[in-house]
């Protein structure tokens, strides 16, 4: 069966259906809500910045050297820090454990966890999501993409539905990929291939345009003798890390003649780390000697208006917003839009709105299994839970194969279905929805019997429930497995039982884990 | 078929009554040795861990802190071997626990050895090689892994498992593997025996993918957690390895710990796949690789002791998705390259040498003239241990299409 079509979409431009959202698309249409989002103001209204400011996380580490014991629950201080603020976390030296050091992870997660529960700009929550796994960094156990995170959060939030080209620029110079890419050490002679090579792969042309397996010279490569390659190779590679060689941040690294950069973390281009002599990227000659970044931002032009790039693009969001194999013409005709509008400084959105104003976006269901977020927002925003994100929570998230800001490679979380579906990241998703029923974790009491019709019996409580969450009644089968395993007879008068709230939270949560609930 | 093996499956089959079939190791053309499958992510540095430490380009091309050496405060560990005998190759002062190994003759490289596509790419790479495949022609298709033809249609009690947090691209549409990152408080699900009477009930007749997996995971996992030795208060006891092993708690100890668990349950174990990441080392390479390759070599050595009840039916295979770059870069690191170190770990091992052909790393023969050239394909070493310990001889064109086996290494013995 197929979700109204309201539970449908928000369950793809959305965490999932609120009853305001589904109200608002009921009432006035889907692509009325679509252009309200797409208007979101920058920043958090004062609803959010009220949540934000009423989460605890627990800090707790035992006594080192320098420090002691810490056992204690903090408010968020790390999100408005600029990264020169938080850099202290990075040095070696200080007496600081290392939970300290990687407060900013933790804090950057749990708002991201509380703004997809609460946030009333849904799907620019779920671009912003969809960008941080696209520009991926991993914070887990690196101190210094750490200490950069709010700031490339929010470097992130300022582009999410702007220019790409522009949008390439800022994660270019951000300090968090210069060091997780680790061009902030790359230097003219043997410059370091990291980040141009995941530029490429990652970034920009996708794996399907690397052509390295068929040919080693760059003029080899269909369409290079005039200057429209179809593809790229280890020499495009090679010469775009030369381009950024000298991009780098204030990370106190030796100047020689005893002078060091200041040790800020803020970008900064060192002229005399970089390669000045001509180059060759994608076909186009770069003369030597360019002024300071002019090289990198050729590069990045280059790439941003590479067809492939286009296609890419596209294919990612459409499989993010429409389902794990979107339909090729709707990718074809988005990656149309993406091109035409690459000048454009709300180019994103514009591909935004195409694809979530297309015919596919309310067709289909099934094609994607929810990442552990999207159920776990999605559960809280349809029972119309207020949840206050804690440790406990975020622990949770952590453990279910979905480790915010903490994905080592640079591909970001997979997204098709069967990483979803491992034995592991089952088991552990299973315990969101109940963790928030039962709150086991401090979110806030879970009372969805309060959004009941008063005297229900058993069946009509589970079917209430489910509708609420997925806009269909329970299959057969849903219905039999709740009311069994629950012990609890089809007509038994369960609200005017003394424990209906957690009963009814009980029955919310198992049909949160029903294949209906769990599919988008 | 042995008495007692019989007797093992018999218990197997009473204590997971909702698996399936069984096949087991010593049963003649049966499954054959559990197979471990660690994959090295991220491109493990070939010529820092098995080092031509006297190759004069080697020398030349890698700064002193950046290579192995022979002499010094902290020289490799020399490898006797006939593989490139005017060579001087040793193994990273801080694999040592490795060359113990070799030099019990259960431990064999393989020198340049990769994939024969020419791509620099961590995740092309990957993705051919857990296909199974050289190269994207033709290879479309293939949408599964090596392991998952290779399991096909053998059945067994625990086909594979894997210690990340989801199955690899090798084991692809393999519907009964397992991920398992470890087994500390073991596999018991949240919301006790009501939810687990609502889910088993949820999930039991649904024909989409979501059900399916549940299924499976609910059956599987439960079957497992119900074979984790507990104490008087329910709680699963530390797992208490053998011969004193020691598992340290990294990446290596944890999942090689939670492989050896699994093995000793008896249950049939045929495949189990280990992740070891951080091998790419496009930055200070010296210090990051030594930590590294300590923690992998410690951890190999732990499970090698604590396993050598099962030595006669256990091969560990180790590989990577390409070696790196011979010249370091100003980052003191290496960026991606080409021909790389494969190992093989077993009781029918042919150990304690190099195996493969040595191209050498003169300015000529380095493939596209940066990265050691790959002389031995990663199917060949593949290939043969599966013919001659897991009896798949006649699955390969099957596992491997388009492979065509050349002269044998000789690594392993039926």
């Known amino acids: 069966m197929i979700p109204p079509v309201d539970k449908l979409v928000l369950g793809r431009l959305a965490f999932g259906a609120s009853a305001e959202d589904s109200a608002f698309i009921q009432a006035k249409g889907l692509n009325h809500w679509v252009e309200e989002q797409l208007r979101a103001p920058a920043g958090d209204e004062p609803a959010m910045l009220a949540r934000l400011a009423a989460i605890r996380l627990r800090i707790r580490y035992g006594a080192g050297e320098g420090w002691p014991a810490v056992d204690e629950l903090r408010p968020l201080t790390t999100l408005d820090k600029d ?86 620029e800022a994660v270019a110079g951000s300090p968090a990929m210069l060091v997780y890419l680790s061009n902030r050490s790359s230097r003219a002679g043997s410059a370091n291939e990291n980040y141009g090579r995941e530029l490429f792969e990652l970034h920009t042309l996708g794996r399907a345009a690397y052509l390295n397996d068929l040919y080693n010279r760059w003029r080899e490569v269909p369409g290079a003798l005039k200057g429209r390659p179809e593809g790229y190779i280890d020499e495009d590679v090679y010469e775009a890390a030369r381009a950024f060689t000298g991009w780098t941040i204030e990370d106190g690294a030796g100047l020689g003649g005893g002078q060091t950069l200041p040790v800020t973390g803020r970008f900064t281009y060192v002229e005399i780390w970089h390669d000045n002599y001509q180059k060759r990227v994608l076909a186009t000659d770069f003369d030597p000697f360019q002024p300071p970044l002019a090289d990198g931002r050729k590069v990045l032009d280059l790439v941003a208006a590479h067809p492939a790039t286009a296609h890419f693009l596209c294919v990612k969001l459409c499989r993010r917003l429409v389902s794990d194999t979107p339909p090729p013409a709707l990718v074809a005709e988005a990656a149309q839009v993406w091109a035409e509008n690459r000048r454009k400084p709300d180019q994103i959105r514009r591909v935004v709105a195409f694809i979530a104003k297309s015919p596919a976006m309310r067709d289909g269901f099934g094609g994607k299994v929810k990442r552990p977020l999207e159920l776990l927002a999605g559960y809280a925003r349809g029972a119309g ?116 709230v957690r009963l009814a939270g009980r029955m919310a949560a198992y049909c949160a884990m029903s294949p209906a609930f769990n599919l988008r | 078929m042995l008495r007692r093996d019989l007797m093992r499956a018999g218990a197997a089959a009473a204590l997971l009554p ?109 993705d051919l090689m857990e296909r199974g495949l050289a190269g994207a022609g033709g290879g479309k298709a293939v949408t599964d892994g090596w392991l998952t033809r290779l399991l096909a249609g053998r059945p067994s009690v625990l086909p594979a498992v894997a210690t990340t947090p989801a199955i690899p691209q090798s084991l692809a549409f393999h519907a009964d593997s397992l991920a398992i990152p470890n087994l500390r408080g073991g596999l018991g699900l949240p919301g006790g025996p009501q939810a687990r009477d ?74 189990a796949c280990v992740d070891i990441g951080g091998w790419d080392h496009h930055e200070q390479m010296g210090g990051r690789f030594a930590t590294l390759a300590g923690q992998f070599a410690r951890g190999l050595a732990a499970f090698w002791n604590d396993t050598a009840r099962y030595h006669d039916r256990l ?57 050691l050239a790959v002389t031995t394909d990663y199917r060949a070493v593949l290939a043969e241990i599966l013919a001659a310990r897991l009896n798949a001889a006649a699955l390969l064109p099957r596992i491997f299409p388009g492979y065509v086996p050349g002269r044998p290494l000789g690594l392993v013995r039926a």
């Open chain 1, 83 to 168: 990264v020169a603020q938080l850099w202290p976390l990075t040095d070696r030296k200080a007496p600081l454990a290392g939970p300290e050091r990687q407060l900013p992870r933790r804090e950057v997660a749990a708002a991201a966890i509380q703004r997809a529960i609460h946030s009333p700009w849904q799907l620019r929550e779920v671009l912003v999501d969809f960008w941080h796994n696209h520009f991926n960094v991993s914070a887990v156990g690196d101190h210094a993409v750490a200490a950069a995170l709010p700031d490339y959060d929010r470097t992130i939030r300022a582009h999410a539905l702007g220019n790409f080209r522009e949008f390439l």
């Open chain 1, 385 to 500: 839970a207020e949840v206050t994100v804690t440790s406990g929570l975020l622990g949770a998230l952590d453990a279910s194969g979905q480790r915010l800001f903490g994905w080592a490679p640079p591909t970001g979380h997979p997204d098709d279905q069967a990483y979803w579906l491992s034995s592991h990241v089952l088991r552990h998703r299973w315990a969101l929805a109940l963790g928030l029923s039962d709150n086991w974790w401090g979110t806030g009491p879970f009372d969805i019997a309060a959004r009941l019709p008063d005297a229900l019996d058993a069946t009509e409580a589970v079917g209430r429930v489910h509708a609420m969450l997925t806009g269909l009644p329970p299959a057969g089968g849903t219905l039999a497995a709740i009311l069994a395993g629950m012990r609890l007879a089809p007509d038994a008068p369960v609200s005017r039982r003394g424990d209906y």
């Open chain 2, 18 to 126: 909702g698996l399936r079939h069984l096949a087991f190791a010593a049963e003649p053309g049966g499954a054959g040795d559990t197979l471990v499958v660690i994959f090295q992510r991220g491109g493990c540095d070939g010529l820092s861990l098995v080092a031509p430490t006297d190759d004069p380009n080697y020398v030349a091309d890698r700064a002193p802190d950046l290579r192995v050496r022979a002499d010094g405060p902290r020289p490799g560990r020399p490898l006797r071997q006939s593989f490139a005998p005017a060579v001087d190759f040793r193994l990273h002062p801080e694999a040592a626990p490795l060359a113990d190994l070799y030099e019990s003759g259960q431990l064999a490289f393989v020198h340049a050895a990769g994939l024969e596509n020419g791509t620099r790419s961590h995740f092309v790479a990957q």
């Open chain 2, 198 to 271: 609502v889910l088993t009930a949820l999930y039991a007749a649904g024909g989409d993918p979501f059900s399916r997996a549940a299924r499976h995971t609910l059956r599987d996992l439960a079957a497992i957690d119900a074979r984790l030795p507990r104490g008087p208060d329910g709680k699963v006891l530390p797992y208490v390895p053998e011969r004193n092993a020691a598992y340290e708690t990294t990446e290596t100890g944890r999942a090689l710990q939670t492989v050896a668990e699994l093995l000793k349950m008896d249950i049939g174990l045929s495949v």
């Open chain 2, 315 to 371: 091969t560990v295979v180790v590989m990577t998705e390409f070696g790196r770059r011979l010249r370091t870069n100003k980052s003191n690191g290496t960026d991606h390259g080409h021909g790389g170190v494969m190992m093989a770990l077993g009781g029918k091992v042919n150990g304690g040498g190099i195996y493969g052909r040595w191209p050498g790393l003169a300015s000529g023969r380095l493939d596209n003239g940066v990265d």
